[in-house]
């Protein structure tokens, strides 16, 4: 097979209303012909604005929905190595910026959307499975310790991969054993201690992806379970402003200290950059509320974190991953000074 050589190429096209969309190189013909026997769907140039909670940024070069695990193995196998690929779960714990994501955005669909109840407390799912499905399967089949899924809006594959928790369980607790393709299409049987799990944080090379997983709970009754979950799901109503297009805690809580506390004393609660703002009900959440751009909410985290420094001397650290590249390669926030973090 011979080269297939890598595009980032993009260009502004103006559409009808005369809205001006930004478009990769479409390169999706050269790579089917490249992978025959792929079943799954590849699209050019797919808005991920559809398909993240904060409605923001640019679209992926090439949208790629594997059909199921060994699908998603045939295709990383043959794609060549310097693409970059990236995979997508619900998309609540993702800043995408305004120039789009160059290469190939996986996001996993039906095939990986199994639940299955196991013996002995456990159940087996596929990573596209929402949390709040996971812990409604495990009610059903009276298996405790799960409920916290609950008030989670993202999938297994995030959960997995952030060490999703809240209410007191994380996932490391509940987590038996996962599975993964790795970049090359060899496929992992992960234990537990694999994952080598911390706060928010699983230390299995980026490259990876979950395609399953098994967790174990205790033996419950499904009403407690219900209530249980009842009282996650009214904690956040009141808590949270999780009907508004946000990406959940923005910064990861420094050792011993809440991220909102630091927030709201440099005086950011309400903040605003364009259509972007600091929730009023928990200022560790950005909100997209009037139109912002990726651009908007990100200068605004950048801004926050700036503020804290300055006020408290503390370095507030990203917890919602930023992906793709900044709008016309302008970089936000390097005006403020702070240190630049890793990124994708
Ligand atoms: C209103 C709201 C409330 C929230 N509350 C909480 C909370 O209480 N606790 C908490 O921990 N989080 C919370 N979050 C954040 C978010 O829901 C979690 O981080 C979640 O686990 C992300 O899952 P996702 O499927 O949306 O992942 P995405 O946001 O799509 O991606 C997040 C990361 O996971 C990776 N990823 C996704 N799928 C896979 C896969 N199959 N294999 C490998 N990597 C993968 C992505 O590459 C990315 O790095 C909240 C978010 C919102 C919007």
């Known amino acids: ?41 590849l699209r050019a140039n797919a808005q991920l604005s559809e398909i993240t909670w904060f409605r923001v940024g640019g679209p992926a070069q090439i949208l790629f929905t594997p059909a199921d695990e060994a ?41 990986f959307g199994q639940i299955e109840v196991l ?46 928790g809240a209410h007191g369980g994380e996932t490391k607790d509940v987590l038996e054993s996962a599975r993964a393709v790795d970049r090359q ?44 979950m009842e009282e996650v799901a009214d904690y956040r109503e009141q808590n949270q402003p999780i009907r508004e297009r946000t990406g959940g805690s923005t910064f990861k809580n420094p050792p011993g200290m809440s991220a909102w506390k630091l927030v709201d004393a440099a005086g950011c609660r309400g903040l605003r950059v364009g259509g972007a703002m600091v929730s009023e009900m928990h200022c560790n959440f950005l909100i997209n509320d009037a139109g912002a751009t990726g651009e908007d909410l990100e200068r605004l985290g950048e801004t926050v974190r700036a503020r804290v420094k300055q006020q408290s001397g503390i370095e507030l ?28």
């Open 71 to 111: 699908d998603l193995a045939y295709a990383l196998k043959n794609i060549p190595p310097d693409w970059p690929v990236f995979v997508l779960g619900l998309g609540s714990n993702l800043l995408v910026r305004d120039g789009g994501v160059p290469g190939i955005v996986i996001r996993l669909g039906r095939g």
């Open 185 to 228: 299409g060899n496929i992992h049987d992960l234990s537990l201690a694999d994952m080598g799990f911390s706060y928010r944080h699983c230390s299995i090379p980026r490259e990876f992806i979950f395609t399953s997983a098994t967790f174990k709970g205790s033996a419950g009754d499904t009403t407690d379970i219900q209530s249980q």
């Open 317 to 344: 650290n990203w917890e919602i991953i930023r992906l793709g590249d900044p709008k016309e390669g302008r970089p936000v926030g390097a005006e403020l000074a702070l240190p630049a973090e890793a990124d994708h």
């Open 119 to 164: 013996d002995g407390q456990r159940l087996r799912v596929g990573t596209a499975v929402p949390d709040v499905k996971v812990a409604r399967a495990a009610a059903d089949a009276g298996i405790a310790g799960l409920h916290f899924y609950r008030g989670i809006p993202g999938s297994v594959g995030g959960a997995l991969r952030m060490n999703a």
């Open 1 to 41: 097979m011979g080269q297939l050589a890598f595009h980032v190429a993009w260009r502004r096209a103006t559409h009808g209303g005369g809205v001006s969309l930004l478009t990769f190189t479409d390169l999706t013909e050269d790579l089917a012909k490249r992978l025959p026997e792929l079943r799954g769907r």
